[in-house]
């Protein structure tokens, strides 16, 4: 009707759920690649062929890409060379995805187009760490280069003696299994923000508006929209994290996660090539969801507004662990609340099993509501 393209994605997590959602009511065609039978996606698509496999073995990527019209990944960690060979369009373009892969080659290119990052370098050895904390000083933030997700491939030095053991932490010993390491200046930031960003197939970006992420234990707690910043600093966070997908090649929605910092200038942390969590509140509260609008990206199709169609809105996480259950039920009377589960079936302690976005007038008048859902998760995380 709008688009008969079919749509590959590589991936079938929560992400490409809320895809698939959106794709539903858009009656666009999904197909999933991902080696679960009833990954959270396919559960959503029952009329199309998936292929069950993992979406870094090349032959399943060809298989996919053989199915469909365009490619795009709801997940960064996927075999981007194989990606690159295959004979359809891939949205974003596998290059833009392998550079994401590699965090320090990431931060390089970001740098390398001026775009404010925080200080960082290559450490090929626990020396070169020690040297990287006389340099930057302490705290220390070391990172793995791949693999990353939820602060696992992060290790904090807080001492020039700790050092040798926070290196250690990364690649459980063997930095190479992570593709190395590198070192961060430690970032005083004021808050964290996010900013979702998508770019049509003919080039042009929007931006929507600047959110808060409150992170505990490194994983996204709670999504504050629009963030309480001041609008210079509002306006900074957009016109930076345009700037950095401007440098970066093909459609779709990326997420720009950010640090305000003390001197009021805004530092990008990294960027997502997919769906983000600091988007979640958009299917609720815009004119267009994140994820539609990286459909409408992918397929061609035209983009659709990004403007907050409420006052505000925020997103609360749903974990695995003892709280899950009780949260998500406190969620249903609460006004303005909406419930995402996500269909996965091990409530693994720590996994995103679902969120709830609930709009309302302000931000603070909704977290005022939403204090039986945050009072379930405290109950059992404190
Ligand atoms: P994601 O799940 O978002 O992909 P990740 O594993 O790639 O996370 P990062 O985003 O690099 O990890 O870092 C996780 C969190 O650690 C950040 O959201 C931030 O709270 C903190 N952090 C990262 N870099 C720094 C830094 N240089 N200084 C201080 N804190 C930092
Ligand atoms: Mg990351
Ligand atoms: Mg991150």
């Given amino acids: 009707m709008i688009s008969d393209k079919r749509i590959g994605v590589l991936g079938g997590g929560q992400l490409g759920r809320m895809m698939a959602e959106a794709a539903n009511r858009l009656q666009l065609a999904v197909h999933i690649l991902d080696p679960a039978p009833q990954a959270p996606a396919k ?5 199309y062929p998936h292929v069950h496999a993992s979406f870094s073995e090349p032959t399943a990527i060809q298989q996919l890409a053989a199915e469909c019209d365009v490619l795009t990944v709801e997940i960064e960690h996927v075999d981007a060379k194989a990606l690159a060979q295959v004979a359809c369009p891939v949205q974003p373009a596998p290059s833009t995805i392998a550079l994401i892969q590699d965090k320090l080659q990431q931060k390089r290119h970001l740098r390398s187009h001026s775009v404010p990052v925080p200080d960082f370098v290559e450490c090929a050895s626990v020396a070169e760490a020690e040297r990287a904390g006389e340099a930057f000083g302490y705290p220390l933030m070391l990172k793995a280069r791949r693999l990353a997700y939820d602060g696992r491939g992060n290790a904090v030095a807080r001492t020039a003696d700790t050092c040798a053991q926070a290196y250690g932490a990364l690649g459980s010993g063997d930095a190479q299994k992570v ?20 770019r049509s197939a003919d080039g042009q970006v929007a931006s929507y508006p600047v959110v808060e992420t409150v992170q505990r234990d490194n994983i996204c707690h709670l999504v504050l929209a629009p963030a309480e910043v001041p ?21 779709g929605i990326f997420g720009v996660e950010l640090f305000w910092m003390e001197d009021d200038s805004v530092l990008v942390n990294e960027i997502a090539p997919r769906p983000h969590n600091s988007g979640h509140y958009t299917i609720e509260a815009s004119e267009t969801s994140q994820f539609e609008n990286h459909l409408r990206a992918v397929a061609g199709l035209p983009l659709g507004g990004t403007a907050l169609k409420v006052p505000a809105a925020v997103m609360i996480n749903l974990l695995g662990g003892p709280g899950l259950e009780e949260a998500a ?5 609460v006004a303005g609340a909406t419930l995402h589960l996500y269909g996965k079936p091990e409530a693994r302690v720590g996994r995103k099993m679902g969120h709830v976005t609930v709009v309302g007038e302000s931000v603070a008048a909704i977290m005022q509501k939403a204090q039986p859902i945050l009072a379930a998760i405290d109950a059992t995380t404190t």
């Fill in 43 to 47: 559960q959503l698509l029952a009329a």
């Fill in 231 to 251: 609008s210079s600093v509002a306006d900074e966070a957009r016109r930076v994290a345009e700037m950095a997908i401007k440098t970066l090649e093909g459609a």
């Fill in 329 to 333: 039920r406190a969620s249903l009377s």
């Fill in 179 to 198: 593709g190395g390491v590198y070192a961060e200046r430690w970032a005083c930031f004021r808050k964290e923000l996010a900013v979702m960003v998508v």
